[in-house]
Structure formats: structure tokens, C-alpha cells
């Protein structure tokens, strides 16, 4: 308690999920919907992610300031890896065994290589980065920097931004549908912390083409849009409307 992150393997049918309050993660059966394992990490755990390749896990622990490695084969903890200050999204390359850890204090993009649990690169990025997501084919990542009102486009093998793109106000979530190389960008309509005059705006989702580096479409969504996932097959985003209490389906445009 309370639950923050969750990541889900769909070849095996395990869902990861941080307990931020409780500091563990709880390893869930999708077929049964059963709890089949709960593991202890460190302090807040918040985003997690799965490399369904390995199938290996990495959590961030905002409170610690490291990113737990957890092997779900064997259901075990098996590293710690010290990052920068408030690690929070972790979003990974499956093609590459790279990590893509964001840290909010320090406003940057830590690079984990997986298969060392090493750091091998940290990228600075827009103020309070709170969500990235990976095209593993274009080896090209998305920041959402919250209190900058903009993504940062990362070109994962050069190690380097090659863009910042201005969006809405407060952008929380991103997720890329990989044919289009559009990510989509929730933008909640708030400044998350550190900006007492933010009046808040209406909550919209942008879409970013990434290899344009620009916005191609905003379009209105539902009250303090956090969360987002993209559906490559339908070619659809579902958006989390965190003060509206709802989901608004969004078709990726071309």
C-alpha cells in the first residue's frame, strides 16, 4: 500500500506491481489473478519494468535513490544499483539490455546495461522528468519533463537529446506506438512540484512525432491525464484520467 507502478509480461502472464507504501513489489499470476509472490525492495519503490526477453525486472526506489534488479524466473532479488537523487519511470531497450532510469532531483536519464547492472551513461534532460518511454527499433527514447512543459527526444546509442519539443502544461506519461514512431504525451494541466503560481490548465494529450521532433496534434482529454499506454496493434492509446475518473481511447494518428 498504496500501489504506484506496474509492468506486466505477457508471455509469461506476470504482472509487477510497486507498493510504495508498504516498500515491496507483488508478483501477480495473470491467469489466476492471484498474488504468487511478494519481494522487498528498498524505500518507495515507484516505476517498473520488464525485459521480457530476460525476463528480468528493474524497480526505482525513490526513497533510496537505487534501482532494485529482480530475476522473475526464480522470483528473487538479485542486485542494487545506486542511481541519481528520486529515480521514478524505468522504461527498457529489449533489443539492447538498456535501461532508461529518470531521476527528478537531478533532472537527468540514467542508462542501465542489464546484463552488468551498470551504469553506462547519464543524459541531463527538461525539469522533473516524471515519464519515458523506449522505441526499441529506432533505439530512440521520450522524456516527459513535467516542470518544463516538455519532452526531451534521446538518441539512445549517441547518448545524447536531439530534441526538446514544447507540449502541454505538466506532462506526466508517454508511450510510443512503434509503426509511427508518434509518441503520445499526457499533458495533466499542473506543475507536480516547485511551481506555486502554476494556475492549472486543461488537461490535453499531444502527439509527438519523434522523427519530426514536433507536435503533429493536441488533442482534449479528461480531467488530470496521467497515465498512458499505446495498443501497436490497434493502433490506439488509452489515456488514465486521474481527476476525472475515467479513460479516454485515442486513435494514433499516421
Known sequence: SPAEGVAINSTTGIALVANTGSDNVSIIDLATDLVVNTLDVDNSPLGVAINTVTNRALVANSGSDSVTVIDLKTFKVIGSIPVST???????NVLTNIAAVTTLVTNQVVLIDMGTNTIVGTIPVGKYPRAVAI????NQAVVANANA?????????TKAVTATVPVGEGPTGVAIDPTTN????????YCLTGCPDSPGMPATVSIVNLDQGAVIQ???????AF??????TSQRAVVANWGSGDTTIIHIPN
Open 149 to 157: 512543459n516538455t519532452v526531451s527526444i534521446i538518441d539512445l546509442t
Open 86 to 92: 528520486r529515480p521514478d519511470a524505468i522504461a527498457i
Open 182 to 189: 508518434n509518441s503520445v504525451v499526457t499533458n495533466s494541466g
Open 218 to 224: 493536441t488533442i482534449p482529454v479528461g480531467s488530470t
Open 135 to 138: 522505441n526499441p527499433g529506432r
Open 227 to 232: 497515465g498512458v499506454d499505446v495498443d501497436p
